[in-house]
Nanobody
Framework: QVQLAETGGGLVQAGESLRLSCSAS????????MAWYRQAPGKQRELVAS???????TYADAVKGRFTLSPISVVNTVYLQMNDLKPEDTAVYYC??????????????????WGQGTQVTVSS
């Protein structure tokens, strides 16, 4: 199977920065896309940023110009650099990966995986 490990959440003041990391491990055949989502209390989970294996990135309008998602590394890790954080960025941030992996079959399977989430809190 595949596991996603997230690090880097925490409590910061408005205007400060944080860097989140997400590493996918397991019998990965191909990593198609990795992304970060976030979910604030009482709100739906929303896409923050995504990047394909070809380094095509997408950002939510609310974070454009402040957040940067790194390319997927050879060890299936991405970093989300978050600058100029605002109180409205407070949420649980979840890593997501769309990839092909080796399970019990001799052929790779395609699936989507989620991390456990990491809390980001921005005080005003």
């Amino acid at each position: 199977q595949v596991q996603l490990a997230e690090t880097g959440g925490g409590l910061v003041q408005a205007g400060e920065s944080l860097r989140l990391s997400c590493s996918a491990s397991g019998r990965i055949f191909r990593n198609n896309q990795m992304a970060w989502y976030r979910q604030a209390p009482g709100k739906q989970r929303e896409l923050v940023a995504s990047i394909t294996s070809g380094a095509i990135t997408t950002y939510a309008d609310a974070v454009k110009g402040r957040f940067t998602l790194s390319p997927i590394s050879v060890v299936n890790t991405v970093y989300l650099q978050m600058n100029d954080l605002k109180p409205e960025d407070t949420a649980v941030y979840y890593c997501n990966a769309d990839l092909a992996y080796y399970g019990t079959s001799a052929y790779p399977s395609q699936s989507n995986f989620w991390g456990q989430g990491t809390q980001v809190t921005v005080s005003s």
